[in-house]
């Protein structure tokens, strides 16, 4: 089990023949000290006792330490580790947080990388799940609920990432499905002669969408009619109505929104009573799964499904009227 941090020699007195403390100089109703007050940072680093050695090495900055700094960085927008940690050395309120004394030296803002890169996407997600624990512990989340999703560019470079040439018969029989992508394989001869196999990944089954071979979990979408398709992520969250973020899944950005819903019901913390969303979720497998656990829908109707509801005289939940609208969108970006 992690060391609890020492509370006792952050919260001693500055200097000698003084009873004057780093706390003393700080806002009493400062959100900062709301906070600490509030909640259990060393349950919510708990799970992160696996990525660090006691063994090995020279002692590490505790992992509470630097969620608190990542947690500053959140909610002052602080752009950059850099000036977290200059901001972290200037201001009092954000040393006392961080269990720095007047006399500590800040540490590098590089500490920050490292600890990301080895805690990673599993162990920020059980950080997550303690910080949603803490949330309902604290009766601060709310049982209605949206969801919204958003577009996030990836790093890669979308140029030479030409359609395959062939004809859709030609692609089609040449090409190789894979974990969702079709893959072409062809025999190349280097410089030194030597035989090797070169593949290209594809995101369509008509070979014009190439994917990047940095990256090909990044798919093509556009952001409009008349604009150019680009590679992308799909960022999709569950947001409680008191702003907290109760749930989070990242998908390929070429999958409906919709379809990510269910996967991040499952991360609840609590069950919703009511789940609002734009007319991206308005797909009736979803309005029916919502329906079969009881929890109420608000979302709009698409106008192709108002005509379906007026020609039908009603709504038919095994009728998934939108997939072939987001299809549409999804398609949209694609490159000839």
């Known amino acids: 089990m992690l060391d609890p941090l020492d509370r006792h020699s952050r919260d001693s007195t500055l200097f000698q023949f003084t009873t004057k403390r780093l706390k003393d100089f700080i806002d009493p109703n400062h959100l900062l000290i709301q906070i600490d007050e509030q909640f259990d940072f060393q349950k919510l680093v708990e799970p992160l006792e696996d990525y660090y050695c006691r063994d090995n090495g020279r002692p590490a900055i505790h992992p509470e330490v630097l969620v608190r700094a990542l947690l500053i960085s959140s909610l002052y927008n602080v752009s950059s580790f850099r000036r977290l940690c200059a901001a972290i050395s200037e201001n009092l309120a954000f040393r006392w947080f961080c269990f720095l004394t007047i006399d500590d030296e800040v540490f590098n803002h590089s500490t920050i990388s490292y600890f990301i890169e080895r805690v990673g996407n599993e162990g920020f997600g059980q950080i997550f799940q303690r910080f949603n624990e803490e949330l309902l512990r604290l009766g601060l989340l709310s049982r209605q609920m949206y969801a919204d999703s958003s577009l996030v560019r990836a790093n890669v470079s979308g140029r030479n990432l030409l359609s395959s040439g062939m004809s859709v018969e ?127 829908a608000y979302i709009p109707f698409h106008p192709n499904q108002m005509k379906n509801m007026v020609a039908k005289g009603g709504f038919d939940y095994r009728e998934d009227h939108l997939v072939y609208a987001r299809r549409a969108r999804c398609c949209a970006g694609a490159r000839s």
């Open 170 to 296: 030609e692609f089609r029989d040449e090409a190789v499905e894979e974990n969702g992508l079709f893959v072409l394989r062809e025999r190349e001869v280097d410089e030194d002669g030597e035989e090797r196999e070169s593949l290209r990944y594809y995101q369509d089954p008509k070979g014009r969408l190439r994917l990047s071979p940095v990256d090909t979990d990044a798919r093509w979408r556009n952001m409009g009619r008349r604009t150019k398709g680009k590679l992308y992520y799909q960022e999709n969250v569950i947001v409680e109505r008191g702003g907290f973020i109760v749930a989070r899944r990242v998908t390929h950005a070429s999958e409906s929104e919709w379809k990510a819903v269910d996967g991040m019901l499952r991360q609840l913390p609590v069950k919703p009573e009511t789940f609002a969303a734009d007319t991206a979720y308005t797909a009736g497998s979803l309005r029916k799964r919502l329906d079969d656990i009881g929890i109420t």
